[in-house]
């Protein structure tokens, strides 16, 4: 279905091109779980992979076709009856084929004249026409080619039936200006819907799609997190955000999603989001800084373009050494804490020294740095971790013990899990389920140094019934002590905030 109204369409191409990103690789069942993320996000078409390339893949767009979604459902094939045919025998209906228009790919990759590339792009098309399918044609390096040439391949393929012409920029190295350009030619030759597929080799892949769009480009190809080949692909969370706050454009994203979907391609695809990327990092809306926060307590839009809500997250403020009172105070006074003046700046200060000393202070340690300041024991930890055991090898489960105390009464649980991290973190959640009932949002374990000795740090993220998140990190030589330790943290965190709360 072409999309006739003014929106934005956009094709998401997370399920091929990002799956094309290095390293990584996924299986029918995590495909079919992002696309059905993708459709609930609201993208109008989903490219859900390269038919031809396995039997694995065929079986997994055939099922992402067949389980009901609302997006447009495509498969990619080169200018060849028998990847045709692959898309056929996932029964869609819907093809995106490609075939490269550039001197240097017809010469060096495809060893074939610019005539014969016109006369493959026409037969694939017809073949594909001739099969029903629903045909979007893409000039590889399009950006690269001669702008005469490929505007001829363009109107030969759009005669031989093509509903829809995509230009990729294949290698990210064209410029707004010469996108704007372009499209613009294009648009005087042929009278099929255009879409922009762009990539992000010099970080242009958004500003270049927007460009293609407001020059009468009436679809872009993005993926979820900019993933991709190399550099990835135009980030979807990026343009639509840009799209809608900068241009005023209208699009079917239901952009509140945006957050929940790029952790769950994250999660799946093993791919981190960097933090400080747009819109979905971990810090694109958390703020240290004293002027910024201060600003931010004010008035949140001095420092923030958009609310963060928008895009379902929370904005979160950091101490540190930049940190001030303000920001500080803030913080206290989301776990119910007042103080006075002095107390606050004596509390500033004590954590400007530890972060002095390159710590990154996390918000157990600025509660405990308050409770020593205020001389109030109920900043203490809830649960004290005693002991734990697990037990892991080649043929057991393993299975983890945990035994942690809470006002002086003993809990001991045990679970067992995939490896021993999972078994020893799901001892604890059981064993704290009666006080805190919390779920794991996000579990990410980085090294620090190198070597079998290497230090590693762990950070879990934990939610609560009532929607509260927190995340406590932990470094260590011993990965399960230390995400133990994470997770005993942040229990006593997201219960510290309940207590407080509760009695004020
Ligand atoms: O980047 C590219 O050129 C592609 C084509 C398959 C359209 O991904
Ligand atoms: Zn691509």
């Known amino acids: ?102 001197d240097i790919h017809m010469r060096y990759k495809l060893k074939m004249t610019p005539e014969e590339v016109i006369q493959k792009a026409v037969k694939a098309v017809e073949y594909a026409k001739s099969h029903g399918l629903k045909v979007e044609f893409s000039a590889e390096d399009a950006t690269r080619s001669d702008m005469t040439f490929l505007t001829k391949v363009f109107t030969a393929v759009v005669e031989a039936g093509a509903d829809r012409i995509d230009i990729p920029d294949t290698v990210g190295y064209a410029t707004p200006e010469y996108i704007s350009g372009l499209v613009s030619l294009v648009l005087k030759r042929i009278a099929v819907p255009i879409s922009m597929h762009c990539h992000n080799d010099f970080g242009l892949a958004v500003a270049n799609s927007i460009a293609g769009i407001n020059a009468g480009a009436a679809c872009a190809h993005v993926t979820v997190n900019g993933l991709g080949e190399r550099a990835g692909n135009a980030s979807l969370e990026e343009f639509v955000m840009a799209l809608q706050c900068l241009y005023r454009k209208e699009h079917n994203i239901h952009t509140k999603l945006l957050y929940e979907t790029s952790r769950s391609v994250s999660n799946i695809m093993g791919i981190a989001v960097q933090a400080n990327k747009a819109i979905i990092g971990e810090n694109a809306f958390g703020h240290e800084s004293g002027i910024h926060t201060h600003g931010i307590l004010n008035n949140p839009m001095t420092y923030e373009p958009i609310d963060p809500e928008m895009v379902g997250r929370k904005r979160w403020l950091q101490a540190g050494k930049h940190a001030g009172a303000h920001g500080i105070r803030a913080m206290l006074r989301d776990f119910g804490i007042e103080c006075t003046d002095e107390q606050l700046h004596e509390i500033v200060e004590k954590q400007k020294n530890l972060a002095d000393r390159g710590k990154s202070i996390s918000t157990a340690e600025l509660l405990s740095i308050a409770g020593e300041v205020l001389q109030n024991k109920r900043f203490e930890e809830k649960f004290k971790l005693y002991d734990f055991h697990i037990v892991t090898g080649m043929n057991l489960i393993p299975t983890a013990v945990i035994r942690l105390n809470t006002n002086g009464k003993d809990l001991i649980a045990s679970e067992i899990g995939v490896g021993p991290v999972d078994a020893a973190l799901k001892a604890i959640q059981k064993v704290a389920s009666e006080i805190a009932n919390v779920k794991i949002r996000e579990y990410k374990l980085d090294s620090i140094t190198g070597g079998s000795d290497a230090l590693a740090e762990v950070s879990v993220k934990v939610e609560d019934k009532s929607g509260n998140v927190v995340s406590a990190r932990k470094a260590g030589e011993d990965v399960v002590v230390a995400s133990v330790q994470a997770m005993v943290d942040a229990i006593n965190k997201i219960m510290l905030r309940k207590i407080l709360y509760s009695e004020n």
């Open 1 to 102: 279905m072409i999309n006739n109204t003014n929106k934005v369409r956009i094709f998401d191409t997370t399920l091929r091109d990002g799956e094309q990103s290095p390293g990584v690789s996924i299986n029918p069942e995590q495909k079919l779980q992002i696309a059905f993320k993708l459709d609930q996000l609201g993208v109008d078409a989903i490219e859900a992979g390269f038919p031809i390339v396995s039997q694995g893949e065929i079986q997994a767009v055939r099922n992402i076709k067949k389980s009901g979604l609302k997006a447009e459902i495509c498969g990619l094939a080169r200018t060849l009856d028998s990847d045709i045919d692959s898309v056929i025998k996932c029964d869609l209906d819907y093809v995106h084929t490609f075939i490269a228009t550039s």
